[in-house]
Nanobody, 116 residues
């Protein structure tokens, strides 16, 4: 079993920045990618950004140019640098590990609240 633990969420004013971190409890041999998703109240969970083992990244249009995903495979970690935050970025942010041929793993989530 793999546990993912997110940290770095909190309350920030619009225009501010936060950096989220996610660490996996162990190496995952069949990991294909890691990513961040978010779920706002009353909405479905949605992709924010992903990064593959080779470093290829993908972003939701709403965060392009403001958020940056990065990873450290040696430490089993993934980060999300969030700049120019907007109130509509308010959500619970979840870390996800996407595997090849195996189960995907989710963290418990960390709350990000952006005040106007």
């Amino acid at each position: 079993q793999v546990q993912l633990v997110e940290s770095g969420g909190g309350l920030v004013q619009a225009g501010g920045s936060l950096r989220l971190s996610c660490v996996a409890s162990r190496s995952i041999f069949n990991m294909n990618a890691m990513g961040w998703y978010r779920q706002a109240p009353g909405k479905q969970r949605a992709l924010v950004a992903t990064i593959t083992r080779r470093g290829s990244t993908n972003y939701a249009d709403s965060v392009k140019g403001r958020f940056t995903i990065s990873g450290d495979s040696a430490k089993n970690m993934v980060y999300l640098q969030m700049n120019s935050l907007k109130p509509e970025d308010t959500a619970v942010y979840y870390c996800k590990v996407i595997t090849l041929g195996g189960p995907d793993y989710w963290g418990q989530g960390t709350q990000v609240t952006v005040s106007s």
